[in-house]
């Protein structure tokens, strides 16, 4: 009896691969090449979101990079040069002045500082400095500065003014020179005397600073020459002038008189870098000897003047 007479039975079912069946959960199906791994539902999306992702990853990792690489590369903004504060005036001399100011509070120092007087460059300091000095002024005058910083071939605004001034020396300091005007008002009119003017040319015996001097002068038509040694602000000398001569024209002599002196110098004022005379006061006392011939004579005589001067 065979197989094939079994009542109800597929004669090909033995030769037959049994029929699949459904795998249970968890397992995966398998084929006559093995199991089949499962890579996710049949569904494109997931892996466009994956892309996308990606790029949008890359995008901000180059955009991260240009701003770092901008902030490394772009110029910094550079700091202001900042205008110079503080100025005060600091002790000076007759032929000098000095000042000086802070430093910038913040940012870097200039490179150098301009001095400016009057609108126009008197001179520079080197931008670790704080002070200028300044040489070489007129004494009792007084001058006006501002300061300008530089750097990077920029200029601050100019620091507010400060006006400083050169001292005044004592009048015995005055030099005496140059040309003067003296008038001369006689105070002896009982022995001939009178009001006159004197011109004098007075030049200093050093190159600076008061010291004795020497005078040209001339009162009317008579000149002479005088030296004037100083003391302090007075100054004394005496000359010999031909003023008359004794006798009647023809037949007249000699009779020079001896003219002493004495002047003070009473005021003064800067002067171009000195410190100079600019009034005197004084007297001159003139005295003629006795003198006389074989048929005349004439007695000694003396007269004052009392001497006011200023410069010419």
Request: hydrophobic content about 40%.
């Amino acid at each position: 009896m065979t197989d094939a007479g079994v009542p109800g039975r597929d004669p090909s079912a033995a030769f037959a691969p049994a029929a699949a069946s459904a795998p249970a959960t968890g397992q995966s199906p398998v084929t006559e090449h093995g199991p089949v791994t499962s890579l996710g539902p049949a569904t494109g999306t997931p892996r466009r979101q994956r892309r996308w992702a990606v790029v949008v990853l890359v995008g901000v990792v180059i955009v991260v990079g240009l701003a770092a690489a901008l902030k490394v590369w772009a110029p910094r903004n550079a700091a202001p040069v900042l205008r110079p504060a503080g100025l005060v005036a600091v002790p000076a001399t007759a032929n000098s002045i000095a000042f000086r100011w802070s430093r910038p509070p913040t940012g870097p120092l200039p490179e150098m500082y301009l001095i400016l007087s009057n609108g126009t460059v008197a001179g520079s300091a080197p931008g670790t400095a704080t002070s200028y000095r300044q040489a070489g002024l007129t004494p009792a005058t007084a001058y006006q500065y501002r300061v300008v910083a530089v750097r990077g071939g920029k200029r601050s605004s100019p620091s507010a003014l400060v006006t400083v001034r050169t001292l005044t020396p004592p009048i015995s300091q005055a030099r005496l020179q140059g040309a003067w005007n003296i008038y001369a008002k006689n105070t002896s009119p009982a022995h001939g005397g009178r009001n006159g003017s004197l011109f004098w040319q007075v030049s200093p015996a050093c190159t600076a600073g008061p010291c004795n001097v020497r005078v040209h002068g001339k009162d009317g038509r008579h000149s002479f020459k005088l030296k004037l040694t100083r003391a302090g602000a007075v100054y004394r000398g005496r000359a010999v002038v031909n003023y008359y001569p004794c006798g009647p024209a023809g037949s007249s002599i000699p009779d020079p008189t001896t003219v002493r002196f004495r002047i003070r110098v009473t005021g003064a004022a800067g002067q171009n870098q000195v410190w100079a005379a600019s009034s005197l006061t004084g007297t001159m006392v003139g005295t003629s000897r006795y003198v006389s011939s074989a048929t005349f004579y004439c007695p000694a005589v003396t007269f004052k003047a009392a001497l006011t001067g200023t410069p010419a």
